[in-house]
């Protein structure tokens, strides 16, 4: 990638942490069960890439030897954490030896990968596909398979380097809030998608 000297002098890698910190996300844990056992790393960089064929993205730090590890197996299984979870974000996010020791399994995925106890949600995935990004790497992945906790609990959510909580947002003049529109179709024929779930 060759970018222009005077930008790639200007941007510290501190400004460029600080400023992408501002953008708030939620903390999955991505585990794949191998050889010489469980490993598992803390990630904020997931993402829900597209739904036919359903693809979730990652990236990761090439360094990371969990991920080393995870791609080795060629699938893993992602936990998307709840908001009482930040402790485990953090023994997944530090380099130990073993991440799993105390830490509470759901089951397994059907392809045999660790779900951890307590999660929110967890995807069963295959990598499909590895792109250099920088220093990390871009993972795509097929998802096999996806569930979701029946109790529906809150979200941990990671913004400017801490863990935070959701609260609903105050209504405000641009809330789309359901109505006697509801359910109308929009100028693309289709209902508004916050009304799909409700209407
Ligand atoms: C909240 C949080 C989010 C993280 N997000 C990422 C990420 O998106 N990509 C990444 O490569 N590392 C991320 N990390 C750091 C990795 O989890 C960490 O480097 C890894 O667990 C190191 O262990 P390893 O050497 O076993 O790979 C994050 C850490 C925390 C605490």
């Not at 030897?65 to 996010?93: H, M, N, P, T, Y």
């Not at 913004?159 to 641009?174: D, I, K, Q, V």
Request: charged share 20%; with cysteine; aromatic share 6%.
């Amino acid at each position: 990638m060759n970018l222009p000297a005077a930008v790639a002098s200007k941007l510290t890698t501190d400004a460029m942490k600080r400023t992408a910190g501002t953008f708030p996300t939620g903390v999955v844990v991505a585990a794949a069960t191998t050889a010489d056992g469980p490993v598992g790393l803390t990630l904020q960089s997931f993402v829900s890439l597209s739904l036919n064929p359903p693809l979730v993205q990652l990236s990761v730090a090439s360094t990371s030897g969990s991920w080393r590890a995870i791609k080795a197996e060629g699938g893993f299984a992602v936990s998307v954490l709840a908001q009482d979870q930040a402790e485990l974000a953090v023994a997944f996010g530090t380099r130990s030896r073993d991440k799993f020791a105390g830490v509470e399994l759901a089951g397994a995925s059907a392809t045999g990968h660790p779900e951890i106890q307590g999660a929110l949600a967890w995807f069963d995935c295959e990598i499909a596909a590895v792109y250099p990004g920088g220093d990390h790497d871009i993972v795509v992945a097929t998802v096999l398979d996806a569930k979701v906790d029946d109790r529906a609990g809150e979200p941990l959510v990671f913004h400017r380097s801490g863990f935070r909580h959701l609260e609903p947002a105050p209504r405000t003049a641009n809330t789309p809030r359901p109505s006697r529109s509801s359910g109308r179709l929009n100028r693309l024929g289709t209902k508004p998608s916050w009304t799909r779930e409700s209407a």
